[in-house]
T-cell receptor
Framework: SAVISQKPSRDICQRGTSLTIQCQVD?????MFWYRQQPGQSLTLIAT?????????ESGFVIDKFPISRPNLTFSTLTVSNMSPEDSSIYLC?????????????FGQGTRLTVV | GENVEQHPSTLSVQEGDSAVIKCTYS??????FPWYKQELGKRPQLIID?????GEKKDQRIAVTLNKTAKHFSLHITETQPEDSAVYFC??????????FGTGTQLKVEL
């Protein structure tokens, strides 16, 4: 399995500021995924972070708003820039890891962001 | 598109009854179908998954069925217990565990 440490676990931020969320994995992984879960909603993929190349963003998400770093195979950051109340969500990172003979997605504990 | 439709959005059952949640997808390249349980304030936890080469999988009180021809899959929980109350998400993956999630089902198991 993969153990992911995500921080901060929660934060309350002023609009117009930026917050950087960190994810540390206990093993090397090729891809890391960043999801957003708006209040009462499902998870939506923001982007896929690959080491050594730019992140791949899903439709509706742009690099200027959600810059991502992936400096090595165990770490990634997601920044939520120029925040507005609409950015209030839970942000989760995820990696693919092994459980027995199969792979599955493992999630960090999430960052609950409130923008005021 | 690549969306996953999930029904019902809310489900209330009596303790001991069965609960069934259904999902449909459109992307034929999908080959991995996990189900997650998310309790309030916690991260999603995988409860069962199925891959495209299998039609059914069971783990104690939980089972998942997959119909690739019709592009739908279902979660079945038998003998429901109050601790089964949570939000359940289906998802589909096409490789690399990049997942597209369903819209979620709020399951409430009543005493």
């Amino acid at each position: 399995s993969a153990v992911i440490s995500q921080k901060p676990s929660r934060d309350i931020c002023q609009r117009g500021t930026s917050l950087t969320i960190q994810c540390q994995v206990d093993s090397q992984v090729t891809m890391m995924f960043w999801y957003r879960q708006q209040p009462g909603q499902s998870l939506t993929l923001i982007a896929t972070a690959n080491q050594g190349s730019e992140a791949t963003y899903e439709s509706g998400f742009v690099i200027d708003k959600f810059p991502i770093s992936r400096p090595n195979l165990t770490f990634s950051t997601l920044t939520v820039s120029n925040m507005s109340p609409e950015d209030s969500s839970i942000y989760l990172c995820s990696v693919e890891g092994w459980r027995g003979l199969n792979t599955e997605a493992f999630f960090g504990q999430g960052t609950r962001l409130t923008v005021v | 598109g690549e969306n996953v439709e999930q029904h019902p959005s809310t489900l209330s059952v009596q303790e001991g009854d069965s609960a069934v949640i259904k999902c449909t997808y459109s992307d034929s390249a999908s080959n991995y179908f996990p189900w997650y349980k998310q309790e309030l304030g916690k991260r999603p936890q995988l409860i069962i998954d199925i891959r495209s080469n299998v039609g059914e999988k069971k783990d104690q009180r939980i089972a998942v069925t997959l119909n690739k021809t019709a592009k739908h899959f279902s979660l079945h929980i038998t003998e429901t217990q109050p601790e089964d109350s949570a939000v359940y998400f289906c998802a589909r993956g096409g490789g690399g565990n990049k997942l597209t999630f369903g819209t979620g089902t709020q399951l409430k198991v009543e005493l």
